[in-house]
């Protein structure tokens, strides 16, 4: 299973930015899929998370200037940033999660993650 990051790079503050995930190889039944982040020193914290029923989440910080939209077909996830402030400077880690169809175990996959730098 591979979790492929991309969209990442160098932002002014107040710009935008768009990422993308697409996860490849065996994984299968994905419930859920998101966003993390950690930046230099932090613990990694959730960003943003959508269902594939279409329920979304959003961490505080991020929430009116992100949106994440999920294509479970696809098995892809993506985040529209906007408005990004220098707190958002951070590695992003994309996430899919499920349950195993055959076990009914559930599972969770991460990316390698994508940089995103904010600076003027």
């Known amino acids: 299973v591979q979790l492929q990051a991309s969209g990442g790079g160098l932002v002014q503050p107040g710009g935008s930015l768009r990422l993308s995930c697409a996860a490849s190889g065996s994984i299968y039944s994905i419930t859920h899929m998101g966003w993390y982040r950690q930046a230099p020193g932090k613990q990694r914290e959730l960003v943003a998370r959508?269902?594939?029923?279409?329920?979304?989440n959003y961490q505080d910080s991020v929430q009116g200037r992100f949106t994440i939209s999920g294509d479970f077909v696809k098995r892809a996830v993506y985040l529209q940033m906007n408005i990004v402030k220098p707190e958002d400077a951070a590695v992003y880690y994309c996430?899919?999660?499920?349950?195993?169809?055959?076990?009914?175990?559930?599972?969770?996959?991460y990316g390698q993650g994508t940089l995103v730098t904010v600076s003027s």
């Open positions: 959508v269902t594939n029923g279409g329920i979304t």
């Open positions: 996430n899919a999660g499920g349950r195993n169809p055959r076990t009914g175990h559930p599972y969770d996959y």
